[in-house]
Structures are given as C-alpha cells and as structure tokens.
C-alpha cells in the first residue's frame, strides 16, 4: 500500500507567477484535502474534492483552486502569487465515509520571492 | 479567531520523563480530536485520535485525555525518548465538516 505523495519536493517562484502542485492519494482513498501550512504554524484547511467535486473549502481566496481526477489524484492551483503564500502545501486523503481519518504527504514548501 | 488552542508553544523533557501537551477548544460541534506528530521537512503523522464518547485513550506510551464538560484535551507521552522530538499538533473536527482545525503547535526537545 503506497502512502500520500507530493511533487514537487521544492519550488521557488516570483510575485505574480502561476503554479501547480500534485498529489497522488493513498491507495484505497478517494478524498483528498488540502492544507497550507505557513512556518511556525498549524496547516490550514485550503479546500477538499471527493468524486472530482469540491466538497467545502476554507477562507482562501479565488486564486487558490484545484481538481481531482478519475484516478482520485490532485491537482492544487495558485495563481498570482503574493509573498505570503510562502509555505508548506500538505495533501491528506482520506477514505468516502471515514474522512475524519485523513493522512497527509510529505508537501510541497514553495517560496515565493 | 483561533478555535483550537494549543500550550505550550515549547516543551522541553528528559529522556524517561511524561511530556503532556493541553489543547481547549470552543465549538462544541467539534467530535473528532486526532493528535498528530510532525518531523522537520516532513507531513504531520497520525498518532491518536479521541471521539468525547471516551475520557481517555491509550495507544502504547501515547494517551490522551478529554474532558468534554472543560472542552479540552490533552496528549501524554510516556517514558518519552529523544526520538520522540517533533512538533506535535492537536486538530478538531465537527461531524462531516470533512475540515480539520488545528492548534499552533508544541514543540517538543526530549534530552538524553
């Protein structure tokens, strides 16, 4: 059973840019939530998809968007990027029905400078 | 408005000694409490988790505590080892709200 993985490990951006972070679930696992974890604090819940629908989302704006797709991985999207979106990006899934129980990847830390 | 709060910030323990983290919590929908431990340049880990059906949880050297009427809860690390050295994070959820809410973190030094 492979575990939660994330990629990239690292990414360094410029104020403005674009950028895209993925996600593979744990085998078995058909949610996948998002959390935004800035230095020195608890992650904060982005947004989560379930059968490629966003089923809630936290209080980020506009510009932080993502997809799931058939294979339950996960796409998160941010565009115009400021300097405090500089963070730990963690991806947790979860199974339908037991999604208390999440389990999270390794994340991604983006920079953005 | 931080729903869940966690102390202390930093904790320092020998090894062989208890280190108890306390976490309070406001919504009272909350009914879900997982604890999880976190490594430098690494995603949170599962360690425990609590439903407040039970006062208390034990899971190897690891237990939690609840007291629903308090709202707080709180995690016991027994015998703790330098290993054992990591950011440990309390979390809440509220029924399906599929989100979870979580402290600010402990810093934990265990010394040999």
């Known amino acids: 059973e492979t575990g939660v993985t994330q990629s990239p490990t690292h990414l360094i951006k410029t104020r403005g840019q674009q950028v895209t972070l993925r996600c593979s679930s744990q085998?078995?696992?058909?949610?996948v939530s998002w959390y935004q974890q800035a230095l020195g604090q608890g992650p904060q819940f982005i947004f989560q998809?379930?059968?490629?629908?966003?089923?809630g989302r936290g209080n980020f704006p506009p510009r932080f968007s993502g997809l799931q797709f058939p294979n339950y991985s996960s796409e998160l999207n941010v565009n115009a990027l400021e300097l405090d979106d500089s963070a730990l990006y963690l991806c947790a899934s979860s199974r339908s029905g037991n999604t208390d129980t999440q389990y999270f990847g390794p994340g991604t830390r983006l920079t953005v400078l | 408005q931080q729903q869940v709060k966690q102390s202390p910030q930093s904790l320092i323990v020998q090894k062989g000694g208890i280190s108890i983290i306390n976490c309070a919590y406001e919504n009272t929908a909350f009914d879900y409490f997982p604890w999880y431990q976190q490594f430098p340049g690494k995603g949170p880990a599962l360690l425990i988790a609590?439903?407040?059906?039970?006062s208390e949880k034990k899971e190897g050297r690891f237990t939690i505590s609840f007291n629903k009427s308090a709202k707080q809860f709180s995690l016991h690390i027994m015998d703790s080892q330098p290993g054992d050295s990591a950011t440990y994070f309390c979390?809440?959820?509220?029924?399906?709200?599929?989100?979870?809410?979580f402290g600010k973190g402990t810093l934990l030094t265990v010394n040999p």
């Open positions: 979390a809440a959820m509220a029924g399906s709200n599929y989100k979870l809410t």
């Open positions: 085998s078995g696992h058909n949610t």
């Open positions: 998809y379930y059968r490629e629908e966003e089923n």
């Open positions: 609590i439903r407040p059906d039970v």
